[in-house]
């Protein structure tokens, strides 16, 4: 039976929505299988999701930069109201809106207990990590939909104290699922704090919520670096630097003209793999991690929550294919920069976020420009985003979310 509506990557530049079952308190069964769990899911929800946002990483799938096959089901970004529950779920109710990490973790694993929720080891036979509706990341069904299972429910969800302040906020809110704690943990990885000076690569949603959350970390000034100019105004309007990588002056003749020196005290690799040259030229993916070596003082750290990935079939160079980049590693060395890599374990800072939210001083969405459109509309919004618009598109399934 269907009736639940869901985006899906059907080829190389084109996203379907699709009538599918609704979700079951069932895990997939390739992860029940190779991890010796039972496939009944007593400890999951089902939600109706009430806004549930596109990503750049989803952009990688769309654009045939990984290995997502076609019916790959989309969306990580989940902010929902349970709408059914499990036996085994003890904390949470029907009715209760909640944020969903993007990381699926199951709260029992050695690197669930740490902290490490973004490598849990027992949701994903491929690798350590998961995430709803990803390539490689254990078959979970995607959130952008009507409806989405989230398994773990006690441990992975986050309810928000009043669901009349919730509702009323949800633009912001909608991005502690990924977005904002992503370019949060970009920014503390680098070490951002009171009166440093940073530089941001990219000025896409993640890139823009790295600039913000280097603002709320206190940092004096925040360069934000790309090649689109209708994102580099959006980084202007919450008062960052910015340098535009199409110029003919280098990356650090531009920070020169702003800080009167060609360094900075760290910096946030919010770009990824699908990086081009200085000028705006040919891909060249380890670009943005030189840059932000050569431009980093000896001694910085740099923040990378921007995607790498294993297999990346669209690259140029055979190497790149398989995840290996010309990156000057000697650089870093010599200047000692230390390195953060991978997923964000958004449960780390979502709580923090929150408060800042609901105690009004947080404005993520005005940040990154969140733009509703609804659900059908999926289609146009990866294609607007794909063009470079300086929006973060929120799908809004149920017409939940209020009118701004």
Known sequence: ??????????????????DHDMPKLEVPADVAQAKGMSREAPHAVILKNVSTNICGSDQHMVRGRTTAPPGQTLGHEITGEIIEKGNDVQFLDVGDIVTVPFN?????????????????????????GSAYGYVDMGGWEGGQADYVMVPFADFNLMKFPDRDQALAKIRDLTMLSDIFPTGYHGAVSAGVTTGMT???????????????SAHLLGAAVVIVGDLNKERLEQARSFGCETVDIGQSATLEEQIDQILRTNEVDCAVDAVGFEATGHG??????????????????????????????????????????EGTLKVRLGLGWAKSHSFVTGQCPVLRYN????????HDKA????????????????????????RGAARKYVLDPHGMVPAA
């Open 1 to 18: 039976m269907g009736g639940n509506r869901i985006v899906v990557y059907k080829e190389p530049g084109r996203v379907e929505v699709e």
């Open 104 to 128: 699926i973790a199951c709260g029992r694993c050695r690197n669930c207990r740490e902290g490490a929720t973004g490598i849990c080891v027992n949701v994903n036979p491929a690798r350590a």
């Open 198 to 212: 940073v530089y941001v690569a990219g000025a896409g949603p993640v890139g823009l919520a790295a600039a913000y």
């Open 280 to 321: 705006g030229g040919e891909e060249k993916p380890a670009q943005v991690l030189n840059d932000i070596m050569s431009i980093t003082r000896a001694g910085g750290s740099l923040g990378i929550p921007g995607l790498y990935v294993t297999g990346d079939p669209g690259a140029a160079d055979p190497d790149a294919k």
């Open 351 to 358: 709580r923090k976020l929150m408060m800042a939210i609901l």
């Open 363 to 386: 404005h993520i969405a005005d940040a990154v420009n969140a733009t509703v459109i609804p659900l059908e509309d999926a289609p146009r919004g990866y294609q607007e985003f794909d």
